[in-house]
Nanobody
Framework: QVQVVESGGGSVQPGGSLRLSCQASRTIYSINEMGWYRQAPGKQREMVAAMTIGGSTAYADPVKGRFTISRDNAKNTVYLQMNSLEPEDTAVYYC?????????????WGQGTQVTVSS
């Protein structure tokens, strides 16, 4: 089992920045993948950024060059730095922790944090 807790959401004007944090309940060295997903009203949840245990990263096309995922191993925390925010980034952002064993993937989710980009 893994519990993850997000923080750092809020409201910002277009072009602004926010940093989201996600703290895991156990060492992130034991978690195969951690990432950020978002869900806007009326839309499906989508992957935003993810990082594997080995440090490889992946980003959704709309956020490439604007968002950066990073981690602090000592704090069991993953961050999402979001720059040049656009109204289209408005969504509830969820932290995800995935435990992968052979072909089985088990996902753990945080409660979500609201990000609103509006002038």
């Amino acid at each position: 089992q893994v519990q993850v807790v997000e923080s750092g959401g809020g409201s910002v004007q277009p072009g602004g920045s926010l940093r989201l944090s996600c703290q895991a309940s156990r060492t992130i060295y034991s978690i195969n993948e951690m990432g950020w997903y978002r869900q806007a009203p009326g839309k499906q949840r989508e992957m935003v950024a993810a990082m594997t245990i080995g440090g490889s990263t992946a980003y959704a096309d709309p956020v490439k060059g604007r968002f950066t995922i990073s981690r602090d191993n000592a704090k069991n925390t993953v961050y999402l730095q979001m720059n040049s925010l656009e109204p289209e980034d408005t969504a509830v952002y969820y932290c995800n922790a995935a435990i992968i064993f052979f072909t089985t993937r088990r996902d753990f989710w945080g409660q979500g944090t609201q990000v609103t980009v509006s002038s």
